[in-house]
Structure formats: structure tokens, C-alpha cells
């Protein structure tokens, strides 16, 4: 079945730095791809999304280019701050209908001042 | 965002107990989902529903069932509690029509199974 697998966390950086979080994907189709940010104690919020191939999804200074050729949504950020600190998800979900989304493992993210 | 409350938002319980979880929504979305989260699985799909009565499994739907009776109230109800449904539980919702909408969530439920 489809499935999600991200790098491992967590991960710690200072403010200003530059973030990379890994995600690469398992899916028999053309999925859509999510990142989706949890602050501490909250429900999940769609950060931003790619539908297609060669998509760039971007929102609040976070990129992910949707890459067909090597599976993977990466998430960039030229220079995090220290509200950017959360538990990153990323996800795809196929198809029509229920849309059923499919969750990689979640990066919790520091950022210290 | 989309009005979604979960009810109740913290519970302790014991095995082999019955416990009932209640998603309500204001925005007459269509779809909703009912999903658990423990650490390194991220969020699992449990069952999810595409209209009034109408309710399918997830990938971990086993000791769990639904019912949607209203459009805005999905209930989860974990049959006879046991510890490894210790865990926090996210209600989500989606509008019909369009491609690839975004699912709102809830702020969770924290649930303790001793």
C-alpha cells in the first residue's frame, strides 16, 4: 500500500538557520502531497500543498517541490524562526472521493533563539 | 478554520470499558475521519465517513466503530478499551467537490486506558 516515510527527528537548529525536512513516498498512482504543522497542543493545519509533478507548493516562507522522479516532498526554509518550532507531517492521499490521507511519522522541530 | 470541537478533550478510563468520542462540526462538510496518533506513526486512519449513515474502515479500524446519525456529529466508540488504544485521537473534516481539499482538523483527544 501507499506509505510516507520521513527523516528522522528530533531536529534542533538556531534561529536564522536553514531547514531541510526529508519525505519521500510509496504510492501505486498520481498522489497529492501535504505538509501539515502541529503546534504544541493543537490539531493539525494544512501548511501547503502540491497536486502534480514538478508542483511547488509554498506558504509562510516553506517550499515543497513535488518530485516525481526520486518520490520525495521535501520542505525547505531559508531562515527558521523560533515559532517555526512544531511536529511536521508529511502526507499524500489518491484518488477521488474519501481522499483518505497517509501519514509519514512526523519531524519535531526546535528552534532555539 | 473549520468549527470542529472534540468531546471530551481528556479522558482516563480502564480496560475493557466502553468509551464514546464525539466529533461535532459546524461547516457541513461531507467527509470526516476519525484518526489516532502515537509517536512514530504519525496520524492512522481508523474508520472515516462520506455522508449520514453512510461510514468505511481505515487501516486500524479493529476494536473500533462509528456512527453518523447527523451530518455534524461523528462518534467513535472504542467497544471494550484496552491499553494499546491509549492514545490521542483527531477528528478531521472535508468539503465535497474539487480535487485534493484540505482536511480540518480537531484539537484532539487525549485518552489513557489503564
Known amino acids: 500500500g501507499d506509505s510516507v516515510t520521513q527523516m528522522e527527528g528530533p531536529v534542533t537548529l538556531s534561529e536564522e538557520a536553514f531547514l531541510t525536512i526529508n519525505c519521500t513516498y510509496t504510492?501505486?498512482?498520481?498522489?497529492?502531497l501535504f505538509w501539515y504543522v502541529q503546534y504544541p497542543g493543537e490539531g493539525l493545519q494544512l501548511l501547503l500543498k502540491?497536486?502534480?509533478?514538478?508542483d511547488k507548493g509554498s506558504n509562510k516562507g516553506f517550499e515543497a517541490t513535488y518530485r516525481k522522479e526520486t518520490t520525495s516532498f521535501h520542505l525547505e526554509k531559508g531562515s527558521v524562526q523560533v515559532s517555526d518550532s512544531a511536529v511536521y507531517f508529511c502526507?499524500?492521499?489518491?484518488?477521488?472521493?474519501?481522499?483518505?490521507?497517509?501519514f509519514g511519522q512526523g519531524t519535531r522541530l526546535t528552534i532555539n533563539p | 478554520d473549520a468549527g470542529i470541537t472534540q468531546s471530551p478533550r481528556h479522558k482516563v478510563t480502564e480496560t475493557g470499558t466502553p468509551v464514546t468520542l464525539r466529533c461535532h462540526q459546524t461547516?457541513?462538510?461531507?467527509?470526516m475521519y476519525w484518526y489516532r496518533q502515537d509517536p512514530g506513526h504519525g496520524l492512522r486512519l481508523i474508520h472515516y465517513?462520506?455522508?449520514?449513515?453512510?461510514?468505511d474502515k481505515g487501516e486500524v479500524s479493529d476494536g473500533y466503530s462509528v456512527s453518523r446519525s447527523k451530518t455534524e456529529d461523528f462518534l467513535l466508540t472504542l467497544e471494550s478499551a484496552t491499553s494499546s488504544q491509549t492514545s490521542v485521537y483527531f477528528c478531521?473534516?472535508?468539503?465535497?467537490?474539487?480535487?485534493?481539499?484540505?482536511?480540518?482538523f480537531g484539537p484532539g483527544t487525549r485518552l489513557t486506558v489503564l
Open positions: 478531521a473534516t472535508r468539503t465535497s467537490g474539487g480535487d485534493y481539499n484540505e482536511q480540518f
Open positions: 504510492a501505486t498512482g498520481y498522489p497529492s
Open positions: 502540491a497536486t502534480k509533478a514538478d
Open positions: 502526507a499524500l492521499s489518491e484518488g477521488q472521493g474519501a481522499q483518505k490521507l497517509v
Open positions: 461547516e457541513n462538510h461531507r467527509y
Open positions: 465517513s462520506y455522508g449520514v449513515k453512510d461510514t
